[in-house]
């Protein structure tokens, strides 16, 4: 059964950091795509960036350029997402999610942990 499980969220000030992770199982990650989307109230779910799991290459909505990071860890078959400089801008809900392919489209992505709140705060 595949399971993906994100935390980390929470609340923070405007300018503070926090890291998320999605803990993965039930996959082979050989060739997965892992990747980050968002969804604030009232809008549609957002790309937030994604990671090939065997190479590490990233990629990265603008809105986030510079300030989030995603990693993975093979060990604990974890992904992160660290964010940096948030702002109140970042407030949604954050989904982990997993792709065949290299994507950025939320239909692409058929497995989805269950979300994490962030709030940023101003």
């Known amino acids: 059964q595949v399971q993906l499980v994100e935390s980390g969220g929470g609340l923070v000030q405007a300018g503070g950091s926090l890291r998320l992770s999605c803990a993965v199982s039930?996959?082979?990650?050989?060739?997965?795509?892992m990747g980050w989307f968002r969804q604030a109230p009232g809008k549609e779910r957002e790309f937030v960036g994604c990671?090939?799991?065997?190479?590490?290459?990233?990629y990265y909505a603008e809105s986030v350029k510079g300030r989030f990071t995603i990693s993975r860890d093979y060990a604990k078959n974890t992904v992160y997402l660290q964010m940096n400089r948030l702002t109140p801008e970042d407030t949604a809900v954050y989904y982990c999610?997993?792709?065949?392919?290299?994507?950025?489209?939320?239909?692409?992505?058929?497995?989805w942990g269950q979300g994490t709140q962030v709030t940023v705060s101003s």
């Open positions: 990671i090939t799991w065997n190479g590490g290459s990233t």
């Open positions: 039930g996959l082979t990650f050989s060739s997965n795509v």
């Open positions: 999610a997993r792709s065949a392919t290299w994507e950025m489209v939320p239909s692409k992505y058929h497995y």
